[in-house]
């Protein structure tokens, strides 16, 4: 399952330190062995339902804390733990979280390096906002995650495929359904991995993007080194952002651009970041994201110091085309430095890249992740693995039926 792929370490690291009592969506698998308990809630971001659940489970145990680390379920969860009487940062400080509108204006109240951002609803407000803001701009759901409807329109000529290509996924959000038009921000992506405890901020580690070309923003690569000299040029801009949201306690993933070297604001995510960055931290610095996230959850201060000072680098595999997985296996040796290699699709899948009306979920093939002294040979040594994939894919016909995706 893609849940065990992705966010299998973190179960495994909190379960280490606490008994687990899981409020989930389906009948646990794989968490079976790291939990005491369960239950199963259809939909958890049904309040009613998710709340019901977190009582009954409050009846059953002494409950220390509650927490997520799935972006759907960040407000639900908030509203349950002050229900409870649990820790947690306030439910509105994750619905600003949620709703990158909200996000952009708190940023701007407080000062925070952030981009010109306007919330349309019809393709003439998207027309008209573009022409204020200037071309390039970026067309994005308010309240998604993963990259998901995030199109750049170089032109007027553009934009109408593209704002329905963001309408679309906006249609799906829960905090809310409209669609920003956003200036371009020009240079490398970069984020900041946060811990977050008493309202004091500790910027742990800084991970290095590598994205798609235009017009989409696919997230292909990351990196982080325990190292990196950008740390101290953008902790004091992920600090103020998490400062101005209103975050008081957790584990934030801070998404910044650097424009003429300097950070700008993308989005903050108030939860561990996707894509095994949590992992990639803890291989890099020995410090631990999840069971920080879970210590804070409980009111204890979380143990940030430092025990590895190491490099690793995650590179994200996808096919050069949509269509039907003929061939997938991998020839190399192992060597040591090569930290895991995981498929998400099996032979006979379709695949469908963004270009295609796809997303992560029904494109990538899986990933590898590769470790190192320094960022740059990781990521090297993730290219010379890259070379003993075997992978073919029939390219898809116009009329085979588009797959479904959704996050785990």
């Known amino acids: 399952m893609e849940a ?30 790291y939990l005491r308990d369960c239950v199963v809630v259809p939909d958890p971001t049904d309040q009613a339902a998710l709340s019901a659940a977190g009582r009954a489970l409050a009846d059953r145990y002494d409950l220390a804390g509650v927490f997520t680390w799935t972006e759907w379920y960040l407000v639900p ?32 109240r407080h000062g925070v390096p952030s981009a010109a951002s306007v919330s349309v609803r019809t393709p003439a407000e998207a027309e008209a906002a573009a022409e204020r803001i200037g071309y390039p701009v970026v067309l994005k759901p308010a309240a998604h995650a993963a990259s998901i409807g995030v199109i750049r329109a170089d032109t007027p000529e553009q934009l109408t495929a593209a704002f329905a290509f963001a309408d679309q996924a906006a249609g799906l959000g829960l905090e809310s359904t409209s669609v920003l038009v956003e200036e371009y921000l020009d240079g490398p992506e970069v984020s900041a991995e946060c811990v977050t405890y008493g309202g004091e901020t500790t910027v742990v580690a800084v991970t290095r993007k590598t994205v798609s070309a235009p017009p989409y923003f696919e997230e292909l690569a990351h990196s ?12 004091p801009a992920a600090r103020a952002a998490i400062h101005a949201l209103g975050i008081t306690d957790g584990v934030s ?9 300097r950070p700008r604001l993308v989005e903050v995510n108030g939860r561990i970041a996707g894509d095994m960055i949590g992992h990639l931290v803890q291989l890099a610095t020995g410090i631990d994201l999840p069971r920080a996230a879970a ?23 996808y096919p050069d085309t949509s269509g039907t997985l003929l061939r997938l296996g991998f020839d190399g040796v192992s060597p040591r430095w090569l930290e895991r290699v995981h498929f998400q699709h099996q032979v006979g899948d379709q695949l469908l890249l963004p270009a295609d009306g796809g997303n992560m979920f029904t494109a990538r093939i899986g990933y590898l992740i590769t ?6 040979l990781a990521q090297d040594r993730a290219q010379q693995a890259v070379r003993h994939l075997q992978v073919d ?8 039926p588009v797959p479904g995706g959704r996050p785990a």
């Open 253 to 261: 993933h801070v998404e910044m651009r650097l424009v003429d070297g």
């Open 224 to 235: 982080v080194d325990a190292a990196d000299p950008l740390l101290d040029l953008v902790a």
């Open 393 to 400: 894919v029939a390219p898809r016909t116009t009329d085979e």
């Open 4 to 33: 065990e792929a992705y966010r299998g370490y973190c179960l495994q690291s909190v379960a280490a330190a606490y008994d687990i009592v899981l409020i989930t969506g389906e009948e646990p698998s794989w968490e079976t062995p």
């Open 77 to 108: 969860v908030a509203r349950l733990a002050r229900q409870l009487g649990l820790p947690t940062t306030v439910p509105e400080a994750m619905q600003a979280c949620r709703n990158k509108a909200t996000s952009r204006a708190l940023f701007a």
């Open 295 to 317: 210590d804070i959850a409980c009111g204890r201060a979380p143990d940030l110091t430092p025990t590895r000072s190491s490099a690793a680098a995650i590179q994200l595999l």
């Open 371 to 376: 470790t190192a002294p320094t960022a740059d």
